[in-house]
């Protein structure tokens, strides 16, 4: 009960300060907007459906990775991570928050992203709607976990990258193989992935912010 | 409550500080000194849980024993010191969280701005609000980095007040100004 609580005023605390600072979610749906728009007159006339949905999941990771970027700005620049991690609540919390947080954002950036591909390209089904959810869950629960290693490193701004995109590329097969086509099966593998990486990211959080 | 022996910390090939020895119980309190870079940050860090040593034996009290106050106020700009104050209280587990807040407020004059963002606060204020975290949970050992850091001479004077009242709890406090806890120390470690 008490490791709930912890985490609803981690995420709430998390919700109410991009809610005053207005800078992840903004960026994020005008990365994602631009990048769709540039695909739409990069791409020739009569490129197929497929094509245009691997170019979806492409903005949708960039999208996703930036705003994993910012996710521990609050933190880092302040120094609050020492405060969150003296507390003797467990640090996973910080972690499961954070992911909800992210979640949130990515969420809301995608709400505009979807209807804006349907109108530049083509129409999205229910299968992809279900695999960009999945995804999310997996690209959060893995991107706030290298978002916290990039944290405690110097040069933070290349490290995330080079950890998370390596890490999302089984999210990207999956994602483009059950929204081109391949559904339950690249559905369930989609599963699989957010339950493995969901559960070492849980269980390694505490090494990653703790020297001692 | 603390104690360490033969305590040591390198950054690679940089020694920080090697073979310190250092013992704290309720009612001690032990004031660290020395000049900018000679290690003073980082053994509170250490003896704060927030640092691994590098050599020697800590044995630390648990976590939500312990007050740390670094050299920033370790509290959320754009949340309201009452926001802050909450979450904290919140993650130490205070109970009659609602009248501890209020209490420290009052008592640190923060209590008419209680509703305003911290990021608008001068540095003093974010540093007043900052001992009220570490005071929050009523911990029993306090380690505090340069706790007197941007205060004003009625902030310097609370803190003086705050210490000589907290002097039944164990204290590790670092400063460049020693003079101003001097009376309260009771045991000494000077960096050179």
Redesign the interface.
Known sequence: M?YL??VG??AR?DL??EL??KETVPAMLLFVLSTLTVFHFALPRGTGHVAALGLLWVALVFTALLGLTRAFV?ERE???M????????DRSAIWLAKVLAVLAFLGLAEVVALPAFAAFFSGIDGRTVAAVALADVGICAVGTLTGAMAVAGRARELILPLLFLPLAIPVVVGGVGASAGAGGRYLGFLVLYDAVFGLLAWASFEYVVS?? | MLSARNLSKRFGVKRVFDRVDVSVVAGDFLLVTGPNGSGKTTLLRVLAGLAAPTGGELELPPRESIGYLGHEPLVYRELTPLENLQLFGRLYRVPERRERIGMLLERFGLWDVRHDRVGTFSRGMQQRLGLCRVLLHEPSLLVLDEPFNALDAAGAELLDETLTELSARALVVATHDPERVEHLATDRLAFA
């Open positions: 008490n609580a912890d005023a981690l605390k109410l300060l005053r600072a609050p302040q120094g609050l020492d405060a969150l991690v003296l507390a003797p609540a020297e001692t």
